[in-house]
């Protein structure tokens, strides 16, 4: 109890309301994504059962949603569920797809008070019925929110989605509607599931795995990437905010020598 009243004025907890006034001077990243890896391995560190790992890790969806919010965040993408995910152990997978019911039931009036507006990207067809329509119910009631847009990438993988691409413009080219010549990054983008969002600027990967596991390879293109050996569950606002700091202080000119010292 002592402690709570003292909390306000332990030093870091106030240097740490500094260092969120400070990053929020600097530009903010428009669009984070982040791989949550490490579910399983914060259970078994504990000698628990890994859906006790995804349980957890999806308190950190809420508390990392929100915080990227108030940071003025504008689109926050999270990979979910792989298209390989489906090799896991049917108990699990189970677990898994209740996730979305689960989280929604209990969070789904916070996201309307905070304006967050819910959607997904990846093939909504091969979910279970009660998880396609948890989605699809909170996809629809926070449709005219205004503020950050939390993007669940759910049964999502990048080559399928690129394949889908490229099949969309050859039909497109053979119906005569568009032009082999014109076809260009534009009608590529504009045909990617993330097409209404801006690209992302930034690619977090929890759990010390340092690869991209078939993850929106098209739009990574110009991204900063962090990896940190956090675990996803242990991940929390300050390591957050330690990955924006970082965003901040890389010098991020797409190719370009601009601001660059010649000479
Ligand atoms: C488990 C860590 C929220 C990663 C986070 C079915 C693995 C917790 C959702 C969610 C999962 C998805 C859509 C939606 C609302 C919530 C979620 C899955 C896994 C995959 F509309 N957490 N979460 N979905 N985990």
Redesign the pocket.
């Known amino acids: 109890m002592l402690r709570k009243l003292f909390r306000k004025k332990t030093p870091d907890i106030q240097f740490i309301d500094d260092r969120i006034e400070s990053v929020k001077r600097k530009p903010i990243p428009n669009h984070v994504a982040i791989i949550?890896d490490g579910?399983g391995r914060w259970a078994k560190q504990r000698k628990m059962p890994r859906i006790a790992g995804?349980h957890e890790?999806?308190k950190?969806?809420r508390q990392i949603t929100n915080f990227a919010n108030a940071l003025g965040v504008k689109a926050l993408t999270l990979y979910?569920?792989s298209t390989e995910n489906w090799k896991r152990p049917k108990l699990e997978i189970d677990f898994?797809?209740n996730?979305?019911g689960e989280?929604?039931n209990t969070y789904l009036p916070e996201l309307m008070e905070r304006d967050i507006k819910?959607e997904?990207i990846g093939n909504i067809e091969a979910l279970p019925a009660h998880?396609r329509s948890?989605?699809i119910k909170?996809i629809e009631t926070t449709k005219n929110n205004k503020g950050l847009v939390l993007n669940?990438a759910?049964n999502y993988g990048s080559r399928v989605e690129l394949v889908h691409v490229m099949k969309e413009i050859v039909q497109e080219v053979e119906d005569g509607t568009i032009q082999k010549e014109d076809i260009d990054e534009n009608v590529i983008n504009s045909r990617l599931m993330t097409a209404h969002l801006p690209e992302p600027d930034l690619l977090i990967r929890t759990s010390g795995e340092v690869r991209l596991s078939n993850f929106m390879l098209w739009q990574l293109a110009y991204a900063e990437f962090i990896f940190t050996n956090v675990l996803?569950p242990d991940f929390n606002e300050e390591c957050f905010l330690a990955s924006i700091e970082d965003f901040q202080h890389r010098d991020r000119r797409f190719g370009s020598l601009e601001g660059d010292q010649k000479g």
């Open positions: 949550m579910n995804h890790g999806m950190k969806v979910a569920f898994l797809m996730l979305p989280f929604l819910v997904m998880t948890a989605i909170a669940f759910m996803w």
